[in-house]
Structure formats: structure tokens, C-alpha cells
């Protein structure tokens, strides 16, 4: 292994172990309200990207929110109906 792949590869653990530092630090009601399906965040922020009230910054023009953020979260929904929020999903 080469130096340069040693520096890359304490640069990924170091990157890694931040981040699951900043994770933990992160509230627990704000994790409870995230969605963890991927595919879910995915069909919605779909559903958003094709929305005629979607601004180029990800801003909703019905509902003024940041949609990057709103997408992921489980108890919000479209402010004409386009998704629903999510119900029972697994913790
Ligand atoms: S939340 Fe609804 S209205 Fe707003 S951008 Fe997404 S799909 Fe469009």
C-alpha cells in the first residue's frame, strides 16, 4: 500500500468516525423523526423534483419549506396531497 493510499484510507476512518461521533450527538426525538427507508425519501423528493411549486434552491412555494430536509422527515406531508406522511414504519 502506498503512502498516498495510507493517508486515503486514515482520511476515510477519520471522516467515518466524525461522523458517527456527530450522529450520536444528534437529540433522539430528531432521530425518531427521520424516515430511516431511503426508498421513501427517494419517492418523495421524486415526486417534488417533477412539482411545478418546487423552486430551483428546494424550496416548496405552497408550503415555504425546504424540501431537502422536509422529504426526510416522517410526520410532514404535501401541502396539496401529492405525499402522505408516513405511518407505522418500523423504529
Ligand atoms: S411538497 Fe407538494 S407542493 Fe411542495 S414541492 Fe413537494 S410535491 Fe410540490
Known sequence: ???L????K?????SLKNSIKKIKKIPQHIK??????????HMRKDIC???EFLTKNHRCLKCGCLM???VKLKHTSCPIGKWD???N???
Do not use: G, R
Request: net charge neutral.
Open 5 to 8: 493510499d495510507k493517508i486515503l
Open 89 to 91: 414504519l418500523p423504529q
Open 49 to 51: 423534483d417533477s412539482c
Open 10 to 14: 486514515m482520511q476515510k476512518e477519520f
Open 68 to 70: 431537502n430536509l422536509k
Open 1 to 3: 500500500m502506498s503512502n
Open 85 to 87: 406522511k408516513v405511518k
Open 32 to 41: 425518531d423523526a427521520i424516515i430511516p427507508d431511503i426508498a421513501i425519501i
